[in-house]
């Protein structure tokens, strides 16, 4: 079998474990090295592979390729950079084929959400038309959990332990003091569309009066009288009031609770988040004394807590990446199939790109409570096993320790390429 | 020797390792239970002691105690009440001495920053001239790292270790996605009177170019100028910028950064922090998008991620509180004291309260660069032990197990008093 060169990049928001999965392309890459040569990445996604700035994997150690996994961030840098539609932007998918072409790459690893789960398939269909024999397959990765077909998608899982965490450790500070300092303790949360991360934070408490005693949805409308009645409720009869907030918390016309037209001394917009917004609310509504915390990358950065269900479907989609391609499937995603709820079992199954591609998975409704104020048992049942497990890095010198790669780049056989 | 019962309480901000400090005592006086009867402690610091409303914790299981040692927060229940000056309120101290009196409480722990120990000192100066047999021992605690003659304080290399992890994490994650997205980040962290937090922020990284590229004391005054062709300098040269800021920081004239009079909409003071005010500089001044965190109590609360070192020292201090109070030492504070640096060795010793009361201890100016924006390598020398060693809690369901107290009330003995 003759063996070609495969390409890998990172694209999108970054998360604890998508080096996880990078790791599991590259091992799994180098034990299948009868089919597949060498691994190159590109340097900041895709714009690597246009602006042929390729990262040669082979001078990294298997140590250094090892200790990826349990290192956060994108080790070879991502971006936020989508591809255009093909008809009006055609030079640059066929820019694309030309640096694979010019590296013997056949196969094009490529890891991210949705936008870069279709780019992979405009990629692969491009590359059939052009009759190149490329190899796409798609690895799963966003924070936001809005993949269709996986069951969760890799870097939740983490995310959400963290949230949950963090939820928790806060509320016993808030419990302890409340009586004669803080009773309204507000965090915001990632997930601008949905409210998965919000919901991770629901994992924190479950009887009567634990927190968190609000959890703020994107996906039901902002009543600030229900939200202060709730809240006033809850400092009245369990003595202070947890609130996990989405920073995608709306009201009924869509307005974001985060743009709401507060300026500065300046006149220039307010540059703060839902939370310190919220707490404001708060303090003039029913006066109450607060604090507020806005957990912001520290969230999807925080491998140091990552769920070890997550690292290991993390490493495992990328590890099936390279498994689907060597047997010789195209245009595909490893997706996670969960097989049941408790004891909780998942496998990997392959998922049609064009299944997966332009289409986002959101909160079913029954997973949010009647009074649009926490999560249902449905939704724990959904959530707990996902933050299963601890996974905690090496530590030196009191810090995490994580990879250092030499990044050495491939030489350039192509002229420049502007994007 | 005759047995005589013991009151313990917490006071202030918690950490995330106070209650192992309350581990410590507890335990220790369960070991010596020739000469202390029952610990009590006061639901909620001092107040739970002039209310009478106690809490017994010789109905707390062996396990739950030792479970403290793993829990954030004050487990009994902590309190921002400061006593008032001793002419003008006596009758609050006398108070205290006929709750001890009237529950045969001969020892007094007392688990708090300087304000507490301050209160311990004069209850101790009180007792004596009411010729009430009372051993008053102060317990370090506070993330401020602020008391003197102890080398540290319990709790702070916690958040130093919370903090700095948590810098280097959120760095990875800039650092691979600056060449398109967020090229400046600010966290901001606790500390409103010394950049002890801010400076644990600076061991993420060491080298050149390492981020944090700054940190922001509340001792260096605030340069908007200086501070943006930092920034400036570390996005052209690096390709982005990390800063740590202390909540602290403040212009020359001494007002805080976060007070800095801007209004939102209705004209009330604008509710964000030092990071939205910073970040807002960065955008208006360099035009570079930005994100911002604001670890607020999570950085605290942060059990998961404690230094093992501060939680050792957090018992230890706890331990040695009884061990001096059984060894008939009253008035006295047990303090850390650094033996060596390298390797890192500690020793407890006594420190007599007098000394340590309404007393703060600052950076020391050559722990702050010339520059005035990144700790030196003294300050390194000195934080780098304090960060030392992990200490994860056990972990149930994907989340921390925490004590669960029964926290039985001791009967009343005496009239209501209404503080």
Chains 1, 2 share one sequence.
């Not at 990172?10 to 998360?15: C, F, L, M």
């Not at 996880?20 to 089919?35: L, T, Y």
């Not at 820019?95 to 690893?109: G, N, S, T």
């Not at 890891?111 to 024999?133: F, H, I, R």
Request: proline share 5%.
């Amino acid at each position: 079998m003759a063996k070609h060169n495969a390409f890998y990049a990172q694209s999108g928001g970054v998360t604890a474990v998508i080096n996880a999965s990078a790791c599991g392309v590259i091992e799994a890459c180098r034990r299948h090295s009868d089919s597949i040569g060498k691994v190159y990445a590109g340097h900041n996604g895709i714009i690597g592979a246009l602006t042929e700035d390729l990262i040669d994997v082979s001078q990294e150690s298997d140590e250094s390729i090892a200790a990826l996994r349990h290192t956060p961030g994108g080790a070879f840098g991502s971006c936020r950079y989508k591809l255009k539609d093909i008809e009006s932007h055609r030079v640059q998918y066929e820019r694309l084929i030309e640096v694979f072409k010019a590296h013997d790459i056949r196969y094009f690893f490529y890891n991210g959400g949705g936008d870069s789960a279709d780019t992979c398939l405009k990629v692969s269909q491009l590359s059939e038309k052009m009759g190149y024999p490329l190899t796409a397959i798609h690895v799963p990765k966003t924070v936001d959990n809005d993949l269709p077909i996986t069951d969760n998608s890799p870097g939740f899982g983490s995310v959400a332990k963290y949230i949950a965490t963090s939820t928790l450790e806060a509320s016993l500070d808030i419990a302890s003091m409340c009586a004669t300092s803080t009773k309204v303790f507000v965090l915001e949360v990632m997930g601008r569309h949905a409210g998965w991360i919000a919901a991770a934070g629901g994992l924190a408490g479950q009887g009567e009066g634990e927190p968190p005693h609000l959890v703020i949805f994107p996906e039901v409308a902002f009543d600030r009288r229900k939200v202060m009645e709730r809240v006033e409720y809850a400092v009245k009869n369990y003595g202070y009031c947890v609130i996990v907030v989405s920073e995608g918390a709306r009201y009924e016309d869509g307005t974001f609770l985060a743009d709401s037209g507060n300026t500065d001394a300046f006149g220039h917009r307010q540059l703060g988040g839902v939370a310190p917004t919220l707490a404001g609310m708060v303090k003039q509504d029913l006066g109450y004394k607060y604090h507020w915390a806005v957990a912001d990358y520290l969230q999807r950065a925080a491998r140091h807590l990552a769920s070890r269900t997550d690292v290991e479907q993390a490493y495992a989609v990328g590890e099936r990446a390279v498994e689907l391609a060597v047997a010789g499937e195209n245009s595909r995603m490893p997706a996670i199939k969960r097989v049941s709820d408790n004891p909780y079992r998942w496998e990997i199954e392959s998922a049609p790109l064009a299944e997966v591609a332009n289409r986002e998975k959101f909160m079913p409704p029954d997973y949010i409570s009647e009074d649009g104020f926490s999560i249902t048992d449905a939704c724990r049942a959904y959530l707990s096993p996902l933050i299963q497990g601890e996974d905690f890095p090496p530590f030196e010198n009191g810090l995490p320790k994580v990879a250092h790669l030499k990044l050495a780049r491939v030489e350039k056989r192509l002229p420049e390429f502007t994007i």
